[in-house]
């Protein structure tokens, strides 16, 4: 069959716009063959010309970007310049120009979503982010299109590489925190400001978008509960594992049937050594679906970087330009407003690591907190620290509210003088 | 948006049929609502209607699949029969009748996919076959889709539950061969006759269809190099896990850019125990997808069952009804002749356990006849057994022709009294 010309206009050449005007060179003719598009770069909008006269032809260099998304020449646009106000409108405007959209742009998905998805909808086109959670992982073609028959009970994803390339640090090699998240940012996995990764923000952003597909509903980076990991100690991670537990920071929603309610929240969590969360090490990343027929489902790769990123973006844009030239186009659907489940409503149980002094009395000054809130015990271990001892705590399931309130009084108990991070256990 | 009404005809109502039936049942009116396709199950052929007429009404049962095919109330048809030459026939008659297939029928599929597939593309409708590898994970839609544009250098799967389970039980628990199978057969995992599994043939139709789509080229089960798991010990397996390595059965194919050549082969294998691999247990399967850009994927979740299979044919017939009421079709494009790499021409390292005589000189000769081969030796272990030894060696980088001219010449020596299993260390 002859090639059908897609021309695509580029907004921002940073890394992942870098590879992907590089990856779409390496791979057009054998794309072309395969699948009958021909991909040119059109346009690549940059902030500063002279920064990428070498790379690029100096015709297809621009600094308008509203040039890109209104120049008729343009089939197609791939939006990876970021940040939020300047993207939404550029993306409107491609869009009500009649071209389809591929963005990488988690934050402005996370908080915009449903209103660009209903304008692709108006438009009759497609609105694809493969890109804008996980990376190089194709994860969410799978979960809207493989599994949109499945009754999906629960998402759990090790969504964020720099926090888990801290805890394999601090898991593997017992470093410190603080060790460990300089020696991410030596890699180039945390930046200079790790705020967002490690308070579990971008964590936060990327489950938001998972439970909006997964579960049909419009929820934003604002609806989700988040806790980082800037509490956990290599010594929590330690005696996790003693007890046979890996210690992640996990994104998750849930769907509650009797209610209704979709829970969304980041904080850390422990998985039984089996669990295939378990041995997602270093900057991975991978997400599992529980469905109730499929099972649990993993899908796991690589959650950054610009070759990665770009090959999620190429499988859209291809999807796309066949789509265009068929006048189909993909849809979520309407997305119906969420019953968000509040934090204090969820029960798991809890793994608390306390540091106390080391003196008759404190187990049962302890325990009578533990007692007073209803929250069980199913086992306790002691360690001495120095001048102190380490208790930590494995609750039976508990509400979340009765553990907060526990961990208050626990707080204002003289002989208690350090609560530690609180990990979540994940149940199978 | 008003629903729009697809029927569908099943073609058998063995447990993934009645699990696919259940299932659409219970999810039509969610999917209805969140895609705009009501799904009626209008017809299912069956053998024997008195088997099946208490889970279904007397006027969707029929014991004609021609009938089924041919009949004008049925928009699309669900192939779920098995079998070869009757399901290739009735299939192609549906897709003649403008009917669009779903199948899980793995075995026909890498028998005669191409022509199906052509057969599909003529009739400008869909054949989909999710289901027909790996269960209930979502493996060919991102292969065929999400990874279009990829430079995919090599596919390794875990695609045989039953193997996996068996391997599984030997490593963690030192059960031997025949007691693993046993339980493998006692929990339904292993059919009575097993060889189909432990022989690595089911494993070869599904690396096949995977190389197919991978690579864009005509790969049949019959052009699969197959070595399946009988002669693996669980002295192998252990010896393999302390020098670091899980031994599974693995299907792998991969191309070489210098020659253009695809190789597609099933044997044991071992792979360092931080490859994503190594911690996929029990009847578990997983797919990992080595692309240039993309980095290393994997694809994880349960490889059969009823439920998980009939949750991979849900979305597909989701996907077919949409793009039947759109006029349009997924296509895999023409599939090139493959050209073949024979096993002969493979390289790798090497880990051959040998039994041995325990007496002076038996090293130096057999360490003579790798050399004479140009097998190097990275490392050997020596273990006393009763009255011999083992030795085990593990290779440099070297031939198959060589290894296994090495292997006769060995079985060859007095002092050799078995050659064990042979594994091929997976690179990184």
Do not use: W
């Not at 404190?362 to 015990?377: K, P």
């Amino acid at each position: 069959m002859a090639a059908i010309q897609v021309r695509i206009g580029v907004i921002g050449h940073g890394t992942v716009g870098a590879a992907f005007v590089r990856l779409v060179k390496q791979q057009a003719s054998a794309i072309a063959a395969r699948s009958g598009v021909q991909l040119v770069i059109a346009r690549v909008a940059v902030r500063n010309i002279d920064a990428h006269k070498n790379s690029l032809a100096a015709d297809v260099l621009t600094t308008d970007a509203e040039f890109v998304v209104n120049d008729p020449t343009v089939d197609l646009v791939v939006e990876v310049m970021g940040g939020i106000d300047q993207a939404r409108g550029l993306i409107l405007k491609a869009l009500s120009n009649g071209k389809p959209v591929v963005t990488a742009n988690k934050a402005l998905i996370a908080t915009h979503g449903a209103e660009l998805f209903a304008a692709a909808d108006n438009a009759g086109i497609d609105l694809l982010f493969e890109a804008a959670v996980c990376g190089g992982i194709p994860l969410i073609r799978p979960l809207r299109e493989s599994l949109r028959g499945e009754p999906i009970r629960r998402v759990l994803g090790i969504v964020n590489g720099t926090t888990n390339y801290i805890l394999t640090k601090m898991s593997e090699d017992g470093a410190s925190y603080e060790d460990a998240l300089a020696s991410a940012q030596q890699l180039g996995y945390a930046e200079s400001d790790p705020t967002a990764d490690v308070e579990g923000l971008d964590a936060a952003a990327k489950i938001s978008i998972i439970a909006s597909i997964a579960f049909g509903c419009n929820v934003v980076a604002g609806d989700v509960y988040s806790e980082g990991i800037t509490k956990i100690t290599a010594a929590d991670i330690a005696i996790a594992k003693r007890l046979g537990y890996a210690v992640k920071l996990l994104g998750v929603t849930e769907f509650d049937k009797a209610s209704g309610a979709v829970s969304v929240r980041v904080h850390p969590a422990i998985v039984s050594m089996q669990h295939p969360l378990a041995s997602v090490r270093e900057a991975f990343n991978a997400v599992v679906v529980d469905g109730e027929a499929s099972g649990s489902l993993m899908f796991y790769g690589r959650g950054a970087g610009g070759d990665p990123t770009a090959s999620s973006i190429l499988g859209d844009v291809i999807d796309a330009s066949i789509n265009l030239n068929k006048g189909a186009h993909a849809t979520l659907g309407v997305l119906s407003a969420p019953k968000l489940q509040p934090m204090s409503d969820t029960s798991c149980e809890y793994l608390l690591p306390l540091e106390v002094a080391d003196k008759p009395g404190v187990l049962h000054a302890v325990t009578g907190v533990f007692a007073r809130h209803n929250v069980s015990i199913r086992a306790a271990e002691q360690d001495g620290i120095g001048h102190g001892a380490r208790l930590v705590f494995l609750t039976h399931n508990a509400g979340e509210a009765a553990m907060q309130a526990c961990i208050s009084e626990l707080k204002k108990l003289d002989v208690v003088t350090h609560v530690g991070g609180l990990l979540r256990v994940i149940a199978d």
